[in-house]
């Protein structure tokens, strides 16, 4: 019987290790030096550092990188186990190498680099000793990448790239900037002339690119192929976002039935009144309903191709989103005046949950790949009734049995009887 919900003991045992690990090294130092993790402060280096490298020792750097493309090759169903437990710890996805955006990076330099490329850049990404950013989104339009004006000009051995960029994250802290163009997906060094990072706003930065010139070689895969680049890089990005959406969920579910069964209102602990039950109840299913999504898609990505999964990876898309948003609230409300402050992680979670509608594609998009890919399966109906419409079905059932009926009257009769019966029915 090949379904199966359970955890082979060995990776289970990696699971149990890393939940201790997060919860004695990396909550503690995120709770006293937030951004140690991805800082370049080389005190704060010395304590993120020795955590990577524990993280290493296990096996566990990096599980986003499949076999192929030099990584562990875990697959992506246990990336997503492991990533239901990272994504409740803010650096956590940075202390075990599978932070965004580097891990799409990546993933695009992996599938796409030359050997020279991969040593320029992978390599030091992938030890964390530069960081990057991607820069696709316009100020004019996001949704829609025909709007896209960025672009390349080649001249002798160098490309002149021009245009601007809009919600570049990380922008302005990253050493290489993956700037989409109309035509070709280029690597940019921070550094280089040209390259102009504007006031607003601050952590998703606006970047207009002056006449910015790089080396031939720094075009990542075919020129014009930089929509197929793209599309590599966040269908993965968007699962793992969804995977670490997992993780947000069930701490708010946690924190939302601890409270439940701590406060009392009215005569009786809040859990006991049948509203807080029916908020527990309600988000329990959509979260396991979530997390089957998301599980269901890794399997898949496993066992065909990410491209493959791109319909599921759509509808997980769309329901982290709306998951992300209603839990967070339920669980807000049900910490009354606490839920509406920065002294426990759900405003938080809750302002992030826009941000999962919109970042790596607004929703709406995603609903018509999903509504598209799907129909491809449907057609429509020969004639004026709808497949389903019984009275034609039953006609035609009618001729399998043609032979008995006009063989036996009594039968027959027994038969109109029972149809008129159910037809009341
Ligand atoms: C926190 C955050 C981080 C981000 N990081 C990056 C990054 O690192 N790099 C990067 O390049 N980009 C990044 N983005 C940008 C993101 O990819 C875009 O915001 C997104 O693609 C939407 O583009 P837009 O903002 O221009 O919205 P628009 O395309 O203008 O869409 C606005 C609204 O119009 C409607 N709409 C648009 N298209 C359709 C449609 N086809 N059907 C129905 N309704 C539609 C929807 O209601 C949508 O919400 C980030 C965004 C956020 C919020």
Same mark, same amino acid.
């Given at each position: 019987m090949a379904w199966d919900f359970s955890t082979e003991p060995e990776f289970q045992e990696q699971l149990d290790w890393v939940a201790d690990f997060c919860v004695n090294e990396i909550e503690p130092l995120d709770l006293v030096f937030p951004g140690a993790a @991805?800082? /370049?402060?080389?005190k704060a280096r010395a304590l993120a550092d020795p955590l990577k490298q524990q993280v290493k020792d296990r096996g566990l750097w990096a599980l986003f990188l499949d076999k192929d493309l030099g990584g562990p090759g875990f697959g992506q169903l246990k990336l997503a186990l492991l990533n239901e437990i990272l994504g409740r710890y803010r650096s956590a996805p940075v202390m075990f190498g599978t932070a965004a955006p580097d891990t799409g990076n990546m993933e695009m330099l992996a599938a796409y680099g030359t050997p020279e490329q991969k040593e320029r850049w992978l390599t030091p990404l992938l030890n964390q000793e530069i960081f990057s950013a991607y820069s696709? $989104? !316009?100020?004019?339009? +996001?949704?829609?990448?025909?709007?896209? *004006?960025t672009h390349a000009v080649r001249d002798g051995d160098e490309w002149v790239i021009? +245009?601007? *960029? @809009?919600? $570049?994250?990380?922008?302005? /802290?990253?050493? %290489?900037?993956?700037?989409?163009?109309?035509? +070709?997906m280029?690597?940019?060094?921070? !550094? $280089?002339?040209?390259? !102009?990072?504007?006031?607003f706003p601050r952590l998703h930065n606006h970047i207009r690119y002056n006449n910015v010139r790089v080396p031939a070689d720094h075009l990542l895969g075919p020129e014009d192929g930089a929509k197929v680049l793209a599309q590599r890089r966040l269908g993965g990005g968007r699962i793992h976002h969804a995977m670490r959406t997992v993780a947000q969920v069930r701490l708010a579910f946690d924190m939302m039935c601890e409270r439940?069964?701590?406060r009392e209102s009215h005569g009786k602990?809040? =859990? !006991?009144?049948?509203?807080?039950?029916?908020? %527990? &109840?309600? $988000?329990y299913a959509e979260i396991n309903m979530l997390r089957l999504l998301v599980l269901w898609t890794a399997w898949t990505i496993d066992h065909s191709s990410t491209r493959e999964a791109r319909t599921q990876i759509a509808a997980c898309k769309y329901t982290m989103g709306k998951v992300l948003r209603e839990v967070s609230y339920r669980a807000l409300h049900m910490m009354g005046s606490l839920g509406t402050t920065n002294l426990t992680p759900l405003q938080a979670m809750y302002a992030g949950a826009p941000t999962m509608a919109i970042a790596d594609g607004v929703d709406e998009v995603h609903k018509v790949t999903v509504a598209r890919n799907v129909l491809k399966g449907y057609q429509p109906h020969e004639g004026l009734w709808p497949t389903e419409y019984i009275p034609a079905k039953r006609d035609q059932a009618r001729k399998k049995f043609e032979g008995l009926i006009?063989?036996?009257?009594?039968? =027959? &009769? @027994? =038969?109109? &009887? &029972?149809? /008129?019966? =159910?037809e009341r029915g």
């Open positions: @991805w800082s /370049r402060n080389p696709m $989104t !316009e100020p004019q339009g +996001g949704s829609d990448p025909n709007l896209f *004006k021009s +245009g601007e *960029k @809009w919600f $570049t994250s990380a922008g302005e /802290r990253a050493d %290489i900037i993956f700037v989409m163009c109309t035509n +070709g280029f690597v940019v060094p921070h !550094e $280089t002339p040209g390259v !102009e990072i504007m006031d439940a069964l701590s602990v809040i =859990a !006991e009144h049948q509203m807080v039950q029916e908020a %527990i &109840a309600d $988000t006009a063989a036996d009257p009594e039968l =027959a &009769a @027994w =038969a109109d &009887a &029972a149809v /008129r019966h =159910a």
